[in-house]
């Protein structure tokens, strides 16, 4: 089992910057494929990034490559999403989530974080 707990959403104007955090507990968190999903308001849940247990694979929604950043520290068993230059299309509530397998789409998701909210500001 594994437990994942968000941080670090809040509100912020367009074009700042926020840091997400996704502490995970639980065994073999070096096992997992982490990544975050995004719910804007009325609006479906979507891939935003994800990150293989080594680091080395990486892969960004489109609307927000070269603004976010995601990377993980296996020590402190943890992933992180630095986001820049925000937009209001940002604005949703991002979900950390992790996986068994390098696939990474909702319906095979072993675990998801309860959520932190994102707002930006025009």
């Known amino acids: 089992q594994v437990q994942l707990v968000e941080s670090g959403g809040g509100l912020v104007q367009a074009g700042g910057s926020l840091r997400l955090s996704c502490a995970a507990s639980?065994?073999?968190?070096?096992?997992?494929?982490m990544g975050w999903f995004r719910q804007a308001p009325g609006k479906e849940r979507e891939f935003v990034a994800k990150?293989?247990?080594?680091?080395?694979?990486?892969v960004y929604l489109e609307a927000v490559k070269r603004r976010f950043t995601i990377s993980r520290d296996n020590a402190k068993n943890t992933v992180y999403l630095q986001m820049n230059s925000l937009k209001t299309e940002d604005t949703a509530v991002y979900y950390c989530?992790?996986?068994?397998?390098?696939?990474?789409?909702?319906?095979?998701?072993?675990?998801w974080g309860k959520g932190t909210l994102v707002t930006v500001s025009s």
């Open positions: 989530a992790a996986n068994w397998g390098y696939v990474f789409v909702q319906s095979v998701i072993d675990y």
């Open positions: 639980g065994r073999s968190f070096t096992s997992y494929t």
């Open positions: 990150i293989d247990w080594s680091g080395a694979n990486i």
